[in-house]
């Protein structure tokens, strides 16, 4: 399984070149520094699927000794080692530049990543290639446009679960968000792993 991880780092060598220009970008133009740390850790998972889309990839992992369930196994666990390394990168870049973040950045971009792979992961596998990366990107944009206005408009509207949260001390509201994004993660794994046990490629 760790081998199909490695392959992904080997096949985008080229793309990584432009990962740092590309989150210098965001935090040369000011970006809220949660929306910089979640576009670092979507950039080489993202990346793979549309190569993979491109490539029809998934007929020769499938001729490959690897079951279907390693197959997606190395999709979800090689989108937390992304996340994490790029993370790690992203917060030198931080660093190099004097630019502040906190740890509250970095917990809302891959709590927000994690959410946004959680949903995306398994329309990959039920929509025909070509169509649904640019479906995904323009939904991204979309989201990160129209997000945090909708939140505000909930937290204005349904104050009883405004005041709930707020009511709740910081390590509970963590620790309930962890384990939220926990479970739906392992639920999307679990739903894309049947979808592509069922698949005819």
């Given amino acids: ?15 990584l070149l432009l990962f740092i220009p590309f989150i210098l970008f ?3 133009m000011g970006a809220h520094p949660a929306l910089t ?7 080489i998972p993202f990346n793979t699927y549309a190569y993979d889309e491109k490539a029809e990839t998934n007929i020769l992992l499938n001729s490959l000794p690897y079951t279907r369930t390693e197959i997606i196994a190395s999709r979800y666990v090689g989108a937390v080692i992304y996340m994490g390394l790029a993370i790690g990168v992203t917060s030198l870049v931080f660093f190099a530049f004097n630019k502040p973040f906190t740890i509250t950045d970095i917990a809302i971009g891959s709590s927000l990543f994690l959410l946004f792979a959680s949903v995306t992961f398994p329309l990959f596998y039920i929509f025909k290639p070509g169509y649904i990366f640019p479906i995904v990107m323009i939904s991204f944009l979309l989201l990160a446009g129209i997000g945090p206005a909708s939140v505000t408009f909930l937290a204005e509207y349904l104050t009883v679960i405004t005041d709930f949260i707020v009511d709740l001390s910081v390590p509970a509201l963590y620790t309930g968000a962890t384990l939220i994004i926990v479970v739906v993660y392992v639920i ?11 698949k005819a490629f």
């Fill in 188 to 198: 999307s794994w679990g739903i894309t792993t049947v979808i592509y046990q069922r």
């Fill in 26 to 28: 965001f935090i040369i």
């Fill in 1 to 15: 399984m760790f081998n199909l991880i490695r392959r992904d780092v080997i096949l985008q060598k080229r793309q």
């Fill in 37 to 43: 740390f979640l576009i670092a850790s979507i950039f």
